[in-house]
């Protein structure tokens, strides 16, 4: 999102939230800045959201300041605050000379916490928007984030390929943040080297997990076994977190690419582009993921794998995954979590080596 740091500070009260920890970092810095507000500034004062109560960041902000034009107080991991909390503090009758910047810092815990995280981020965001505040949310967008690497690069004098650029933001798992941060890495790599290659790309990037799943899917539908159980067991880490990475990562997104390339098959065989699919076609994308929203490279890719497998094969690799989720849950037997990821990429081989 394009954020203007100057209009932002009009608001007495700002919250900062996104998955895009980098972006976050930026606009603070940037608010500050157009608040005329120096890091240890006396009128700035820095809470946390689990250790002090909405009534003191109240009372803080509400301070008249002493050298500045404004009072600044800043509460980091606001998600660690429950809304509840906020009742008989009224965030809308701030003095003018308030300024309560609430940051919703990254947290740690499994994907259940973060579920009740995202709920709890969507009700502060109500809030403070009912309150007359600004709310800024900074989540990955691909799309976005390749033409801003490409400016980034463009500013230290480097060039960086679309091919390059697409590579680089799915590695890095459609997180701008990290992408900024790889780009930074191969800089450094490359030297005076002027264009930034995709092999640079791969050779610098430490890959998401994310992209790990995916080089497994790949690895799997061209055959390369060996390289699928890699991959696998770089995901998994140890045998004791098979289990957990199976539900967290592992099955969440085999099947998100599955979707993908049972999406790409269906416009193969309707000959059209997934950019302008046909209405037939179209009505049977589902909403997430939706193969026309996904990046060119995400495209390729999945039309890449569709043009090997032919729709009855990705039925029955639908079928696999789901005995796999079985066994992990003890419907079906099975040896253990990692014995049962390691037959569900072989029987998947045997499914897309099948003529």
Not at 121 to 129: C, D, G, L, P, Q
Not at 220 to 228: D, I, K, L
Not at 240 to 267: H, N
Not at 330 to 335: A, M, Q, R
Request: aromatic share 6%; with cysteine.
């Amino acid at each position: 999102m394009n954020f203007n740091a100057p209009k932002a500070v009009q608001h007495r009260v700002v919250m900062l939230a996104g998955d895009e920890e980098g972006l976050r970092r930026r606009a603070f810095h940037e608010l500050l800045i157009a608040a005329n507000i120096e890091k240890d500034d006396f009128d700035m004062v820095t809470m946390m959201a689990d250790s002090q109560a909405p009534m003191d960041w109240y009372a803080s902000v509400s301070t008249a300041p002493f050298l500045s034009e404004r009072r600044v107080t800043i509460v980091r991991h606001l998600l660690r605050c429950d809304l509840d909390k906020l009742k008989g503090t009224d965030l809308s009758k701030l003095p003018e000379t308030s300024l309560l910047i609430l940051i919703a810092d990254d947290e740690t815990g499994d994907e259940n916490r973060q579920k009740s995280l995202k709920t709890a981020r969507n009700a502060w965001v109500k809030a403070i928007e009912k309150a007359g505040g600004g709310v800024y949310v900074f989540d990955p967008d691909p799309k976005n984030s390749l033409e801003t690497v490409k400016r980034e690069a463009a500013n230290v004098g480097k060039k960086l390929s679309p091919q390059a650029a697409e590579l680089l933001v799915e590695m890095t798992g459609g997180s701008l943040s990290r992408a900024l941060e790889e780009l930074k890495k191969i800089e450094l790599f490359i030297g005076d080297q002027e264009q930034i290659r995709e092999s640079d790309v791969q050779e610098v990037v430490v890959p998401s997990r994310e992209w790990n799943v995916y080089k497994m899917v790949d690895s799997v539908f061209n055959g390369q076994v060996p390289e699928a159980l890699r991959q696998l067991r770089v995901l998994i880490g140890s045998q004791t977190k098979a289990e957990d990475a199976a539900f967290s990562r592992i099955l969440p997104t085999l099947t998100r690419q599955l979707r993908l390339v049972w999406q790409a098959r269906l416009c193969i065989e309707a000959r059209c582009h997934p950019t302008s699919p046909t209405p037939e076609v179209q009505k049977l994308f589902t909403a997430k993921p939706n193969l026309s929203a996904e990046s060119s490279f995400s495209q390729k890719k999945a039309m890449a794998i569709a043009n090997r497998i032919n729709l009855t094969q990705i039925q029955k690799c639908f079928g696999i995954l789901a005995d796999t989720d079985a066994r992990l849950k003890g419907s079906l037997y099975s040896f253990s979590a990692m014995e049962a990821l390691e037959r569900m990429l072989l029987d998947m081989a045997t499914v897309v080596a099948a003529k």
